[in-house]
């Protein structure tokens, strides 16, 4: 198991995913954000079956950034209640996983 996870959110636009993804890394908060384009999300809210076309946001960063990452999302996100779900990184090729760890360190460490 490594301390490396990925955060699941989506947004409602290309823009608000590429402004969301831009600023995660460039906070440091992140090595990589992916963005996945028009998905289809069905989900009940607020009593209702609902459905609408959103952009994925597959973002790889470590667990001792989320608690900072998750308060920079759910300030800066449109939705009321933003996708916000941290999914371990059991394991992974060693070159890559050296890889975030060098973009997630500080910039005075790096």
């Known amino acids: 198991m490594?301390?490396?996870?990925?955060?699941?959110?989506?947004?409602?636009?290309?823009?608000?995913?590429e402004a969301l993804a831009r600023r995660v890394v460039?906070?440091?908060m992140a090595a990589c954000v992916?963005?996945?384009?028009?998905?289809?999300s069905?989900?009940?809210?607020?009593?209702e079956i609902e459905n609408a076309e959103?952009?994925?946001l597959v973002i790889k960063t470590s667990r001792e950034?989320?608690?900072a990452l998750r308060t920079?999302?759910?300030?800066?996100?449109?939705?009321?209640?933003?996708e916000?779900?941290?999914?371990p990184i059991i394991d992974g090729s060693p070159n890559y996983l050296a890889w975030l760890d060098n973009e997630l360190k500080p910039a005075d460490d790096a």
């Open 54 to 56: 959103e952009w994925q």
């Open 42 to 47: 069905f989900y009940r809210w607020k009593g």
């Open 84 to 87: 916000l779900l941290a999914l």
């Open 26 to 28: 460039g906070a440091g």
């Open 72 to 82: 920079l999302l759910e300030t800066a996100h449109s939705y009321d209640l933003p």
């Open 65 to 67: 950034k989320f608690d």
């Open 2 to 17: 490594t301390d490396k996870i990925v955060v699941l959110t989506t947004c409602s636009s290309a823009s608000e995913a």
């Open 34 to 40: 992916s963005v996945i384009p028009q998905i289809r």
